[in-house]
């Protein structure tokens, strides 16, 4: 079963200082912490706070070439958790056809926000997720479980550029 999602924000990692996007279950409390690279978190950015650039962005080409085939987005999908790495898909109707895409999760999401489309993690990527966080090895800092455990709107801010 697939739960739609919404972006809840960007924030940087306190202890790495790495972005994440934080994923908001849309009719619940489930949050997913996804980290991303510098780039990806500012193509996100970007199009969260609608900053218009002098020139298309690599996903607002992609967002121009779909409009171009009359492709539309039916949906972006969070579907596999493996290895601490998140796996995404694209749902792309082109003439009437549904197609799969493979993504990165923060491509497929800023895909996404360009294109108005909803947004969807898998209920046992968002099951996995939450053990894989509070189990990893990357994550033996206790400061970074606790602070993710208990992660809340509160902690939620404008992402810094």
Request: aromatic share 6%; no cysteine.
């Amino acid at each position: 079963m697939e739960i739609e999602m919404k972006i809840r924000g960007l924030m940087l990692d306190p202890v790495t200082n790495m972005p994440i996007v934080v994923l908001k279950e849309a009719e619940g409390p489930s949050l997913l912490p996804i980290w991303v690279g510098n780039y990806e978190a500012s193509a996100i950015a970007i199009e969260i706070e609608k900053v218009q650039t002098p020139r298309p962005m690599t996903h607002d080409l992609i967002k121009n070439i779909l409009i171009g085939m009359r492709a539309t987005v039916q949906r972006v999908v969070v579907n596999e958790l493996k290895d601490d790495t998140f796996y995404a898909v694209v749902w792309l109707r082109i003439d009437g056809q549904l197609v799969s895409i493979d993504s990165r999760p923060s491509d497929a999401l800023a895909v996404a926000l360009r294109m108005d489309s909803p947004i969807f993690v898998d209920e046992e990527v968002l099951k996995a997720s939450k053990s894989a966080v509070i189990n990893s090895d990357k994550f033996k800092d206790e400061n970074l479980r606790r602070w993710l455990e208990n992660l809340s709107g509160e902690d939620m801010g404008k992402y810094k550029m």
